[in-house]
């Protein structure tokens, strides 16, 4: 699993990209497939490191020229949009975004037994990623909600909306922020509650999925036939007054065609299996 969320410059850096390989066809200089030779192309860029502005490089471009997540949904970018908080996590993303985007960085995105084993960080059976108390030694460990949700924002944590990935200790991993900041997608259909666990040990599913795509509809909308995955990790938008989903067990449900601004992911890459 990545060590960081994707953030902002990655995906700044991933539709430039795309990007030039649309000029490159346009020109008659062949069309390159999205990760072939991306970081040589867009190495001149001026400004690229520090994320400069993309919604003007796709004004122009054909949304039918690629259908696949970001790429697709460009017919609806607003004049003026930037990704100028370039270590911050990307947010606005819905499934198939994130999905897209894994697929041309030749990644994958976590299912919630995947993303849940890499949170805690080998410590099992604590509250959180970090051990069993929330502020260890007065410190804070990932970037919460402080104060009573939603109308009093202390940000006594040093930030009032999303931080820069990193701005918080990694858990045993070495992975950051799994916790806090922004939620984060994975693959699995969302229900309520998992299957009954396994009565003997030799039965416990290894990397146990999630149900079907129409098992997770939200049974209280029974005519919007939308399915949603399971999102992990929480924001800095949970509060201990109001849904202290900032644990590595806590769960919710997102539609996939959604997006909001406390909801990103990351990646990961699956070992080749064995012969």
Same mark, same amino acid.
């Given at each position: =699993?990545? *060590?960081?969320i994707?953030?902002q410059?990655h995906i700044?850096? /991933?539709?430039? /990209?795309?990007?030039?390989?649309?000029?490159?066809?346009?020109?008659?200089?062949?069309?390159?497939?999205?990760?072939a $030779?991306?970081?040589? /192309?867009? %190495?001149?860029?001026?400004?690229?490191a %520090?994320?400069?502005?993309?919604?003007?490089?796709?004004?122009?471009?054909?949304?039918?020229?690629h259908?696949?997540?970001?790429?697709?949904?460009?017919?609806?970018?607003v004049? $003026?949009?930037?990704?100028?908080?370039?270590?911050?996590?990307v947010?606005?993303?819905?499934?198939?975004?994130?999905e897209?985007? *894994?697929?041309?960085?030749?990644?994958?995105?976590?299912?919630e037994?995947?993303?849940?084993?890499?949170? !805690?960080? $080998?410590?099992?059976? =604590?509250?959180?990623?970090? $051990?069993?108390?929330?502020?260890?030694?007065?410190?804070? =460990?990932?970037?919460?909600?402080?104060?009573?949700?939603?109308?009093?924002?202390?940000?006594?944590? &040093?930030?009032?909306? @999303?931080?820069?990935?990193?701005?918080?200790?990694?858990? &045993?991993?070495?992975?950051? #922020? =799994?916790?806090?900041?922004v939620?984060e997608?994975t693959?699995?259909?969302?229900?309520?509650?998992?299957?009954r666990?396994?009565?003997?040990?030799?039965c416990? +599913?290894?990397?146990?999925?999630?149900?079907k795509? #129409?098992?997770s509809?939200?049974?209280?909308?029974?005519?919007?036939?939308?399915?949603?995955?399971?999102?992990?990790? &929480?924001?800095?938008?949970?509060?201990?007054?109001?849904? !202290?989903?900032?644990?590595?067990? /806590?769960?919710? +449900?997102? +539609?996939?065609? @959604?997006?909001?601004?406390?909801? &990103?992911?990351?990646?990961?890459?699956?070992?080749?299996?064995?012969?």
């Open positions: =699993m990545d *060590a960081r994707v953030r410059s700044a850096r /991933a539709l430039l /990209a795309v990007a030039l390989s649309v000029c490159c066809a346009c020109s008659g200089a062949g069309e390159a497939s999205p990760g $030779g991306r970081d040589p /192309a867009i %190495s001149h860029i001026p400004g690229l %520090s994320a400069p502005s993309v919604n003007g490089v796709f004004r122009n471009l054909d949304p039918d020229y259908r696949a997540g970001y790429v697709a949904r460009l017919r609806s970018l004049l $003026g949009a930037t990704w100028l908080v370039a270590e911050h996590p947010v606005h993303v819905c499934f198939a975004d994130a897209a985007f *894994a697929q041309w960085e030749g990644k994958t995105l976590p299912t037994a995947e993303w849940e084993f890499a949170a !805690r960080g $080998g410590l099992d059976g =604590m509250a959180y990623a970090w $051990g069993a108390e929330f502020l260890p030694n007065d410190r804070y =460990m990932a970037n919460t909600w402080q104060g009573e949700f939603p109308w009093e924002n202390r940000g006594s944590d &040093g930030y009032e909306r @999303t931080s820069p990935v990193g701005a918080f200790p990694p858990n &045993g991993y070495g992975l950051h #922020d =799994m916790i806090g900041n939620w997608w693959t699995d259909w969302y229900v309520p509650k998992h299957p666990e396994a009565i003997k040990a030799c416990v +599913p290894h990397n146990p999925r999630g149900p795509a #129409d098992e509809y939200d049974p209280c909308q029974p005519d919007i036939k939308i399915p949603r995955k399971v999102i992990k990790g &929480g924001s800095h938008l949970c509060a201990p007054n109001y849904c !202290r989903r900032y644990r590595p067990a /806590a769960r919710f +449900p997102e +539609p996939i065609d @959604t997006s909001t601004c406390h909801l &990103g992911f990351r990646c990961i890459v699956r070992p080749a299996p064995q012969q």
